[in-house]
């Protein structure tokens, strides 16, 4: 992997403290996206009506 620059460094870190609920609403979605691509095929039943149920309390 390339080396950062020191001036990208701190533009990164400067951005991380300002966004953490962003930066952690990015990490959890990344985490749940993966769990779900990689879950056991006896669960998908389950997620799947977990995200119908969610999907009808937005509409």
Do not use: C, G, H
């Not at 966004?19 to 979605?29: A, F, S, T």
């Not at 990344?30 to 006896?42: H, L, T």
Request: glycine residues 0%; positive net charge; hydrophobic residues 25%.
């Amino acid at each position: 992997m390339p080396k950062v620059s020191e001036s990208k460094r701190k533009a990164n870190d400067k951005w991380d403290k300002r966004n953490k609920e962003r930066k952690q609403y990015i990490n959890r979605r990344s985490v749940a996206r993966n769990f779900i691509k990689n879950m056991e095929d006896e669960d998908v039943p389950e997620f799947k009506k977990l995200m119908e149920e969610r999907a009808s309390k937005t509409k």
